[in-house]
């Protein structure tokens, strides 16, 4: 898609409104805390120094992002980033280093920096003047893609490019799932409307129409009393 349609797309969809602008810097802000939190873990475990300190170093980058886009939006982010840190939050939205192994991880990391720093500037451009300090984001998301990257070949340089191939078409594998199930879990509830106005309508609606068709009752719905109980337990 040309850059100026997607600035345009991006304006329309998520920055229309002062509400729209603050809840989705929100959201970008939770996503930068979880992110901080998923790095300083996999400082935790792996071996290399050298990786462990761009593993600190990346975790730091995205608190100090949290922080910037937590400000930019008219109200405090829902979880704290202190929560963030210890772990507070969905374990689904987490990309675990145990479960992906080092490669996995970093393989991961380098293909959502690589995102983020197109997404980024597309919302920078998109938000104008007000989008200034996306700018110091995006310098740091472009070093977290360059590092990445340099990690990624340093394994290939071990001997380990299969494993780099590997954990790179696993990575495209689950984008494409994911992908899927968004549009599946959309098509589910659209259809699921649609079934339960369906089934409200033409099952329910009759008996609307038939109840309270005795002497002195109220046709239609009618509003459930209240128990005449009065006990004090
Ligand atoms: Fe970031
Ligand atoms: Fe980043």
Redesign the pocket.
Known sequence: MAAPLRTSLARLLFWRTEEAQSSRLREFAET?AF?ARDLARAAERVQDPWTRRQLIRHAQ??VR?AGLLAEGASRPVTTGLGATMVGETAEDSAADIDAMGEIGFIAFVHGAEKR?TAEFATHREALGEKGAFFES?LE??RR?VAWTSHQLARYRSEGRGAEVDAAVRRMKMQRVTGAWMWLARRISLVTSTIVLTVVYVVGIGPFALLSGRGKGRARGWVTAKAPALQRPF
């Open positions: 930068e992110g980058d995205e992002h983020a984001i740091d998301e977290h």
